[in-house]
């Protein structure tokens, strides 16, 4: 089983994150910010990720720290979870419709970090989530785990659905980049390592 654990302690934020890359979509999330717990969820149970979660934030001051650095503990234990690579696709891409919403996400688990995030979203925030922390989340996901991660939305009117659209494309390129490929015997690159 691929699985890590992950503790971060900062004076802003306190995150437990335990990720199983071989799951069935079970999760235990709590944030502190309802929507973000749903995206989250979403994440987990379309990606077939079995995911615990627990997070303690100074939302007194606001939902950035708190989804910032969720992200940056998720991607480091994505990392850990994949060791060094061996046997994995390396590569996921998928198109997700949700009513109103497209959302396109491609992944590549290189090693090396790049985010490409073409979204515009129409309300400033979704229940208790800043829609400009939904970038700020793939930010830190794609550079604590090495990832380049494009995301777009190709269409959208409704932010609570384009959002979705977009967590639920990730967890689905993800799970495609993660899956074992019986032909792929060390790791998939000409250079011999991710």
Same mark, same amino acid.
């Given at each position: 089983?691929?699985?890590?654990?992950?503790?971060?302690?900062?004076?802003?934020?306190?995150?437990?994150?335990?990720?199983?890359?071989?799951?069935?979509?079970i999760?235990?999330?709590?944030?502190?910010?309802?929507?973000f717990?749903?995206?989250l969820?979403?994440?987990?149970?379309?990606?077939?990720?079995?995911?615990?979660?627990?997070?303690?934030?100074?939302?007194?001051?606001?939902?950035?720290?708190?989804?910032?650095d969720?992200?940056?503990?998720?991607?480091?234990?994505?990392? $850990?979870?994949?060791?060094?690579?061996?046997?994995?696709?390396? /590569?996921? /891409?998928?198109?997700?419709?949700?009513?109103?919403?497209?959302?396109?996400?491609?992944?590549?688990?290189?090693?090396?970090?790049?985010?490409?995030f073409?979204?515009?979203?129409?309300?400033?925030?979704v229940?208790?989530?800043?829609?400009?922390?939904?970038?700020?989340?793939? /930010?830190?996901?794609? /550079?604590?785990?090495?990832?380049?991660l494009?995301?777009?939305?190709?269409?959208?009117?409704?932010?609570?659905?384009?959002?979705?659209?977009?967590? $639920?494309?990730?967890?689905?390129?993800?799970d495609?980049?993660?899956?074992?490929?019986?032909?792929?015997?060390?790791?998939?690159?000409? $250079?011999g390592?991710?």
């Open positions: 089983m691929r699985t890590a654990s992950v503790d971060r302690t900062t004076k802003e934020t306190d995150i437990s994150i335990t990720l199983n890359l071989d799951g069935t979509g999760s235990e999330i709590s944030t502190g910010i309802g929507f717990d749903h995206m969820e979403g994440f987990s149970r379309h990606g077939f990720f079995d995911l615990k979660c627990q997070v303690k934030g100074d939302l007194h001051v606001d939902g950035h720290h708190t989804v910032e969720t992200g940056i503990v998720l991607g480091q234990a994505l990392a $850990k979870a994949l060791g060094d690579k061996k046997g994995i696709r390396r /590569y996921g /891409y998928f198109i997700l419709p949700m009513d109103d919403a497209l959302a396109l996400c491609a992944v590549d688990l290189s090693g090396r970090p790049f985010l490409q073409d979204c515009d979203f129409p309300a400033e925030r229940g208790g989530l800043d829609t400009e922390l939904v970038r700020e989340f793939f /930010y830190a996901v794609s /550079y604590s785990a090495g990832m380049n494009h995301i777009r939305l190709l269409s959208g009117s409704n932010a609570h659905h384009m959002a979705e659209a977009i967590f $639920k494309a990730f967890a689905k390129a993800l495609q980049a993660v899956e074992t490929d019986p032909r792929i015997r060390d790791v998939l690159s000409t $250079k390592m991710l």
